[in-house]
């Protein structure tokens, strides 16, 4: 198959040619020939929410934890839990904090880690309850002050993570 002519499918209407998603995701760096300057390249790249920085390295495994914390809950529902109640959200945040130490030390005090989650975190409180969806959107990317229009890329990449988010809680 011609390279040029490869697509990834993005839903069941649109596709992107293989090509013209390098450009998209690369950006300057992909028209610099074959090598491409990574570190550069993710440089572009800051969380819309700044205070969730510290423990952006570790958010797959609070995530996780919160999913396999919901599915604990022993409701008996076929469909996963959605939503913890704070108390079971710092029982996560203390085993990861446990496990991860000052990695996690925005965790250790779950009255600073829903201050960080900023509006998520109000919510949060005002509820009793937080969402783990609104936790995982709260570490989206800006991914327009990397220079382009990325909501496609957006799209995939939320995908991914969600499905290997929920695969770690899975323990698959």
Same mark, same amino acid.
């Given at each position: ?108 005090? &779950?009255? @600073? *880690?829903?201050?960080? =989650? ?7 409180? +005002?509820? !009793? #309850? ?22 496609? &890329?957006? @799209? *995939?990449?939320?995908? =991914? ?7 770690? +809680?899975? !323990? #698959?």
């Amino acid at each position: 198959m011609d390279a040029t002519a490869a697509v990834l499918p993005i839903d069941s209407k649109h596709s992107l040619p293989l090509v013209r998603m390098r450009r998209h995701l690369l950006g300057d760096e992909s028209a610099e020939g074959g090598a491409v300057d990574y570190m550069r390249f993710l440089g572009r790249f800051r969380l819309r929410n700044p205070a969730l920085e510290p423990i952006y390295p570790l958010h797959e495994c609070l995530l996780a934890l919160l999913h396999r914390t919901a599915g604990a809950s022993g409701n008996g529902d076929a469909a996963p839990a959605r939503r913890l109640s704070l108390a079971r959200l710092e029982s996560a945040c203390k085993l990861l904090s446990s496990h991860f130490g000052e990695a996690a030390a925005l965790a250790a005090d &779950v009255e @600073a *880690l829903l201050t960080a =989650l900023g509006p998520v975190g109000t919510a949060a409180r +005002a509820a !009793g #309850s937080i969402e783990i969806d609104a936790v995982a959107a709260a570490f989206e990317m800006d991914y327009a002050a990397a220079g382009g229009d990325r909501q496609y &890329v957006f @799209a *995939l990449q939320h995908r =991914l993570a969600r499905m290997h988010v929920e695969g770690l +809680a899975r !323990g #698959s």
